[in-house]
């Protein structure tokens, strides 16, 4: 009911602008997404009032990006962007330029705008102002930029990408012209800066159409400037619709040619995000070598081991140990322990049982036990770990 709080709020935002003397109007992905009858991740308010003006009006407010003309006001249902209309200063190398321009009238802050299913408005009594023909656009399924495509991607090469992340989240084709625009464009998709190519490619890897960004991708020719390997976009069609975008992108790791991260440094994915990808690509790469020992069905996370799984089926290779993914979670639930503290004994029992002081061979030992009771050869008890460890110790 998130969603529904939002609008609630937007149109009271808006109704205060209105009492004030100013136009306002709910614009973006949320006039798209309602059009569409799917709920809207946020609803952004636009208005002639300019900034201070925006903040006489509302007690709470936040100046979130003022810089850009936008005002966080606090409504109590949900907090709403209002953002005053605004034109964009000259473009310097191919990126979002540096200053704004308020404008007086909705109809440029909407020619600005990227694609025309983006460029729509809602009044506060909920008419649509469509000034460049976004509805039928959202009806046909296209993605279709605003005015003469190539300047637009000139002015801002994001939306080259941009472009081809709508068409995987809403499985929509791009327009002629648009698409030719972006093969024309495309080396200029060198100008952005990684984090926020990332960032659409994150959107794309939880979109319901994957393949169709990979293919665009490649057939528009941003693939030859972008990082990694596009060759096997095929295999997208089997990659299932998912809410983790890390796992498209352990998925794309193993579509490149050395099965590595070496692409998410070049994405500058975060360190987080490079060790849970790790983490698939070992898995999977022992499960179709050797399969998987019960020390590793312990130590991989279940969403790990189920994904990796999954994952080489869709790469058509055959997984060796558990050859079915539905034996996972059983086998991983019926080990002897499920987490390190479970074990009956500590370091500390080692210590007092060898008399020896605390070194390396501690960490050993304790793994050789460990190992010991997951292939069920020996019980997780005290006594019975005392005298297996003091009958096996090497030192
Ligand atoms: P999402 O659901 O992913 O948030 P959105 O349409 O709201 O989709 P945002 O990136 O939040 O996308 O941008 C909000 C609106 O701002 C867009 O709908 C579009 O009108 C405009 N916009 C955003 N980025 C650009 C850009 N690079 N060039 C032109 N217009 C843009
Ligand atoms: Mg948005």
């Known amino acids: 009911m998130i969603e529904q709080k939002a609008w609630k709020a937007a149109f009271e935002v808006i109704a205060s602008l209105e009492e004030n003397g ?13 059009l569409r009858g799917h709920t809207a991740n946020d609803v952004d308010v636009a208005t002639n009032a300019v900034p201070e003006e925006v903040k ?23 907090p709403v962007e209002v953002t005053t209309y605004r034109t964009e200063g000259t473009y310097q190398d191919h990126r979002r330029p540096d200053e704004v321009y308020f404008v007086s009238s909705l109809a440029e ?23 460049f023909g976004g509805k039928e656009d959202l009806q046909n399924g296209v993605i279709r930029a605003v005015g003469q495509p190539l300047e637009r991607f000139k002015e801002d090469a994001l939306r080259m990408l941009r472009a081809i992340r709508f068409s995987a989240q809403l499985g929509f084709r791009i327009e002629e012209s648009t698409f030719k625009a972006i093969s024309k464009q495309a080396q200029d998709i060198h100008f952005i800066a990684k984090e926020r190519i990332k960032a659409e490619f994150d959107k794309i890897f939880v979109s319901e159409h994957p393949i169709k960004a990979m293919q665009n991708i490649q057939q528009s020719g941003l693939a030859e400037f972008l990082p990694g390997d596009y060759d096997q976009i095929d295999r997208w069609k089997k990659f299932k619709a998912c809410t983790d975008a890390w796992k498209g992108w352990a998925y794309f790791c193993l579509l490149q040619p050395n099965q590595d991260i070496e692409i998410m440094r070049a994405f500058k994915c975060s360190n987080n995000e490079k060790k849970q990808v790790q983490d698939i690509i070992d898995a999977h790469q022992l499960l179709i070598s050797n399969g998987w020992t019960k020390k590793q069905y312990f130590e991989f996370d279940l969403v790990v081991l189920k994904t990796a799984h999954e994952f080489a089926n869709n790469l058509g290779k055959n997984p060796v140990q558990p050859e079915s993914m539905e034996n996972i979670e059983q086998i991983k639930m019926n080990l002897a322990i499920q987490k390190k503290t479970d074990l009956a004994v500590s370091g500390h029992d080692l210590i007092k049982w060898s008399g020896q002081k605390s070194g390396p061979w501690l960490k050993e030992s304790l793994e050789k036990i460990l190992t010991e009771i997951l292939e069920n050869r020996l019980l997780n008890d005290q006594q019975q770990i005392k005298e297996w460890f003091l009958s096996e110790r090497t030192y």
């Open 22 to 34: 100013y136009e306002a109007f709910i614009v973006g992905g949320a006039v798209r997404d309602s």
């Open 56 to 78: 006489t009006v509302f007690s709470r407010t936040a100046d979130v990006g003022i810089s850009h003309g936008t005002v966080l006001v606090i409504h109590p249902l949900s």
């Open 109 to 131: 802050d909407l020619k600005r705008r990227d694609f025309t299913i983006n460029a729509m408005a809602m009044s506060g009594k909920q008419e649509i102002i469509d000034l």
